[in-house]
């Protein structure tokens, strides 16, 4: 089955430690993002990448990092410096031309205490 | 920069009628495309319906139509013989060419189907 695999659904950690979120697609899709999103809001872009080895920040950017070296693998690293990681945070891809639409994985539910 | 706004945080319907989820955007560019998504409480975001903003017809997936309206900046999607499985947070999104073709998402409907 191709989709996007996110990893794990629930993960908790303690302030001050970095933690990292796996985003997996076997869609062979060019570009991936990363959103987050709090209650009564809408999704906010984190970061993006439309291609292996590069990638652009987004709308809230600061105190998270990603990498892309590999075409289905784009990692979220949310380090100590994000005041306010306690979200939930959605993963998707797109085959990266105008026409695509993004797929979304299932999400995962980061708790930080 | 872009904006959407869903000025409904809450929208409720009756079994087997028709409700409209309204959603108004700004931009200044003319080609882009507009989305409604999707979000039961499995959290799985789901595409239900998408609109070229060249394209004058109104885009329609089965129950679903949207009310595209280019020169306002409005895009409502209506749902017709309401089920219980609609029930779900309704987003409203916009993705331009430029900028990686990047999603810019309003606040959400939450939709309540009453039986």
């Known amino acids: 089955d191709g989709g996007i695999t996110q990893s794990p659904k629930y993960l908790f950690r303690k302030e001050g430690q970095n933690v990292t979120l796996s985003c997996e697609q076997n869609l062979n899709h060019d570009a991936m993002y990363w959103y987050r999103q709090d209650p009564g809001q809408g999704l906010r872009l984190i970061y993006y990448?439309?291609?292996?080895?590069?990638?652009q920040k987004g709308d809230i950017a600061e105190g998270y990092s990603v990498s892309r070296e590999k075409k289905e693998s784009f990692p979220l690293t949310v380090t100590s410096a994000q005041k306010n990681p306690t979200a939930f945070y959605l993963c998707a891809s797109s085959g990266g031309g105008w026409h695509s639409e993004q797929y979304f994985g299932p999400g995962t539910r980061l708790t930080v205490t | 920069a872009q904006t959407v706004t869903q000025s409904q945080p809450e929208m409720s319907v009756q079994e087997a009628e028709t409700v409209t989820l309204s959603c108004t955007y700004d931009?200044?560019?003319?080609?882009?495309?507009l989305f409604w998504y999707k979000q039961p409480p499995s959290r799985q975001m789901i595409l239900v319906i998408r609109?070229?903003?060249?394209?004058?017809q109104n885009a329609t997936e089965n129950r679903f139509s949207v009310n595209f309206q280019k020169a306002a900046k409005s895009f409502s999607l209506k749902i017709s013989d309401s089920q219980l499985g609609d029930a779900a947070m309704y987003f409203c999104a916009y993705r331009q060419e430029t900028s990686g073709s990047r999603l810019t998402f309003g606040e959400g409907t939450q939709l309540t189907v009453n039986p």
């Open positions: 609109q070229e903003a060249y394209k004058q």
């Open positions: 990448s439309q291609i292996v080895n590069d990638f």
């Open positions: 931009t200044s560019e003319s080609d882009y495309y």
